[in-house]
């Protein structure tokens, strides 16, 4: 199939990105790995932020100055400002499209408190945002003639002389690699904070997919140490209980019923303060009891069934125990502040590209923001790019090799099981690699992606059935997620500093000396890739993976 426009993932910014290529007159196919209501976008509760009525109370300068400081540095200024000014409008374009934000009895929008905020900023449908909004642009594309082929997992950018030609992709119905030619390419795949399996708000599937075709096909990556962790999820099972439960004033307490932190700090201390609190032997709990039942009900209620179906737990008369978990990479596709990327036509915007708007730390309700804004840029410089370029042919000898790597993944024999290495692999990375770290954790956990790696021959499907295998996916997925965790790890190990949700406890100091710099990360060949960091001094770290793995 050809297509003007490829938009690789169907969340927020991968949505908006079609709609606006769409609107150029270009003929446009979002491609989603499973359903587009599993996207990061989907589950985010809380809200999007942006300064609807200005007074003395807040101003678009302030969103910015609050952006600015959580950011703790590495921040692109000139983003971050186009990005706030254009919140209202963002806000209320969705809100024209269908998203029914809770609104006054005088018409007005309702807006919460966020961490990190200093006013109340955060419009929202009670705790389920991110669910309407995906929901009212997946109807508006369809509407529209975008082409939806959900169920298709990209799997690598094509070229033509070193241009882009197109995308290899799995049809998951039949596991079939085919070919999709395009003229520009937007990549709005989400994040990696799933690799933290078993310690992640994150579904499985959130594996760092795109960012990892990205690095192979030559594109830069940045960043990628800083992986931010929300505070409060379910002890039980990591369900996210949206910062929205403290913006509504849930309290923070341990065992004894004290509140032992401030709720609303931004989400890199206040999880830093939770998980201390717990390695000293206290437990943390999230307390609705002081709230309204009719409150909790009308504003929280995703919170209450979450509680109740997951935890067992009634929070309007019981403590909810909470504890941190890997929600939202930081990392990821370095870009232009136009989206562009190292390759000519080829875009990237949302969780998996850097632009410089969240810094080392992000607000929370800013990245809802941040994928509308930049969905929307991307859509359109897409549709730009498309309108300048024809079709470059596919090589089709690259399109074999895909397929005869598939059918070795299906048709081998099994020696591993995914699910426990995929398990193992987040214990390893949120105990060496999480909220806390240090050189002698990173390198035991740099070891043990090296050791998995070692053994990814071993990994095939136990079905040998092509329909719907599930197998298949999944350890796709794992092969990307070792490659996403090998460079996050390299590049957390090599950021000797403490800055926003990075935090070495061997260099618990913010360095602007040596580290105010964002950090980068190429693959120079198949066995070595580069960690630099631009600008800053005595920083250019070079790595053998085939001396690291004793291959030679």
């Known amino acids: 199939m050809l297509y003007d426009v490829i938009v690789v993932g169907g969340g927020i910014s991968g949505l908006y990105a079609a709609l606006y290529a769409r609107r150029a007159g270009n003929n446009v196919a979002v491609l989603t790995k499973s359903n587009p209501f599993r996207s990061n976008s989907a589950v985010a509760s809380g809200g999007i932020n942006a300064v609807i009525d200005l007074s003395d109370v807040d101003s678009v300068t302030r969103h910015v100055n609050d952006t600015i400081d959580g950011a703790d540095g590495l921040t692109h200024h000139v983003n971050i400002e186009n990005m706030c000014r254009e919140a209202p409008n963002i806000v209320e374009e969705l809100h024209e499209m269908g998203v029914s934000f809770e609104q006054r009895d005088d018409g007005r929008l309702h807006q919460r408190a966020f961490g990190g905020a200093s006013a109340n900023r955060t419009c929202y449908i009670a705790d389920r945002t991110g669910a309407a909004i995906v929901q009212t642009l997946l109807m508006r594309c369809r509407d529209e003639g975008v082409h939806i082929l959900a169920n298709h997992k990209f799997l690598n950018i094509t070229k033509y002389k070193e241009k882009l030609s197109g995308v290899t992709v799995l049809r998951r119905r039949d596991s079939q690699v085919i070919a999709l030619a395009c003229k520009s390419l937007v990549l709005a795949g989400g994040g990696y904070a799933g690799i933290f399996r078993g310690h992640t708000t994150n579904s499985q599937e959130s594996s760092g997919d795109v960012i990892a075709a990205a690095l192979r096909a030559d594109m830069r990556l940045s960043n990628m140490e800083f992986v931010q962790f929300h505070p409060t ?47 000293d032997d206290h437990k943390v709990y999230l307390d609705f009891r002081h709230l309204e039942e009719s409150f909790i009900d009308n504003k929280l209620p995703s919170a209450r069934k979450k509680a109740l179906n997951s935890a067992g737990i009634d929070i309007t008369k019981e403590l909810l125990e909470v504890t941190p978990a890997a929600h939202y990479s930081i990392g990821g596709i370095w870009t232009r502040g136009d989206t562009s990327t190292d390759m000519p036509a080829v875009f990237a ?42 079709f470059q042919p596919i090589d089709y000898a690259y399109v074999e090799k895909e ?50 790696m070692q053994k990814s021959y071993g990994l095939h499907c136990v079905d040998k059935d092509r329909h719907n295998n599930v197998e298949l996916p999944s350890i796709l997925e794992f092969q990307n997620a070792q490659f996403i965790a090998e460079a996050m790890v390299l590049s957390a190990l090599e950021r000797r500093e403490s800055r926003g949700v990075h935090f070495r406890e061997d260099f618990p100091v913010r360095d602007d000396v040596y580290f105010n710099a964002a950090s980068y990360v190429r693959q120079m060949s198949r066995d070595y890739i580069q960690v630099s960091f631009e600008n800053a001094i005595q920083n250019n770290f070079w790595y053998s993976l085939r001396r690291i793995l004793h291959l030679d």
């Open 233 to 279: 999820t379910l002890s039980t099972t990591g369900a996210l209980i949206s910062e929205a439960a403290r913006g509504e004033g849930a309290y923070l307490v341990d065992e004894t019923g004290e509140r032992f932190t401030d709720e609303l700090q931004t989400r890199d201390r206040l999880s830093r303060a939770i998980l201390r609190h717990i390695l």
């Open 349 to 390: 915007c949302g969780e998996c590209a850097v632009t410089g708007v969240h810094g080392a730390n992000r607000l929370g309700g800013n990245s809802l923001l941040e994928g509308a804004y930049f969905g929307r840029l991307a859509g359109i410089e897409a549709g730009r790019a498309a309108s300048k370029r024809e």
């Open 403 to 452: 397929m005869r790597r598939i059918d070795q993944v299906i048709e081998g024999e099994s020696r591993f099981n995914i699910n426990s290495m995929r398990k193992n692999l987040g214990e390893e990375l949120f105990l060496h690699a999480g909220v806390f770290k240090n050189e002698e954790s990173l390198t035991t956990g740099l070891e043990y992606i090296h050791y998995l």
